[in-house]
């Protein structure tokens, strides 16, 4: 079953807003990843974390591998109206089984 | 690469009705898996495949068969269809590593909206 945390489920941001969503575990993960999904299409992978304590931006995006290996978080800079949509954290262990958290909404107003 | 391709893109099934659901990847991955996705949920996975010939349950497979004959294709089959099983189904593969240096990421196809009235 599911083990990811994930918050919020859900936020209505300003255009130029930073945003913050995190995802959490009781157990722990070798590799964290975080994907993007817009309405009507499947996920896409933004970035991949392979060791505790990492720190990896693609763009205006960042995102860090918790040092428990328990967590991990996504900061989005200065949001503009294409963020818009669902972001999922997904972790696996050391047998690769990959798990999902349940999505944070992102919605941008401008 | 056009990656990983699903088709079709939506479909409304009755009841007891059968249908395939067919996913193709280019990407020479060795692994290769279907989801579901229901509304305001994550991704829960049906069955999956580590390569040609072999495949194994994921966490819903009840409902669900899937065959592994190429590397390129994974057709996901619905035998009787029922309403539970209104969904979006998506196919993602990877080319999964192992030992020390563990790699599973997995890259989605667009998906399939399946409606069983």
């Known amino acids: 079953g599911q083990q990811l945390n994930q918050s919020p489920q859900s936020m209505f941001i300003q255009e130029g807003e930073d945003v913050s969503m995190n995802c959490t575990s009781s157990s722990i993960f070798n590799t964290w990843l975080w994907y993007k999904q817009e309405p009507g299409e499947g996920p896409v992978l933004l970035i991949a974390l392979y060791k505790a304590g990492e720190l990896t931006s693609n763009g205006r995006l960042t995102a860090q591998f918790g040092i428990t290996r328990k967590d991990s978080f996504l900061n989005i800079s200065a949001s503009i109206p294409s963020d818009v949509g669902i972001y999922f954290c997904a972790a696996h262990d050391s047998w690769g089984k990959l798990q999902f958290g349940a999505g944070t909404q992102v919605v941008v107003t401008p | 690469n056009a990656g990983v391709t699903q088709t079709p893109k939506f479909r409304i099934l009755k009841i007891g009705q059968s249908m395939t659901l067919q996913c193709t990847q280019d990407?020479?991955?060795?692994?290769m898996y279907w989801y579901r996705q229901d509304p305001g949920m994550g991704l829960k996975l049906i069955y999956y495949?580590?390569?040609?010939?072999?495949?194994d349950k994921g966490e819903v497979p009840n409902g669900y068969n899937v065959s592994r004959s190429t590397t390129e294709d994974f057709p996901l089959r619905l035998e009787l269809a029922a309403p539970s099983q209104t969904s979006v189904y998506f196919c993602?593969?990877?080319?999964?590593?192992?030992?020390?240096?563990?790699?599973?990421?997995?890259?989605f196809g667009p998906g399939t909206r399946l409606t069983v009235l």
């Open positions: 495949s580590v390569g040609a010939g072999i495949t």
């Open positions: 993602a593969s990877s080319q999964r590593t192992s030992g020390a240096h563990l790699r599973n990421e997995q890259f």
């Open positions: 990407m020479n991955h060795n692994y």
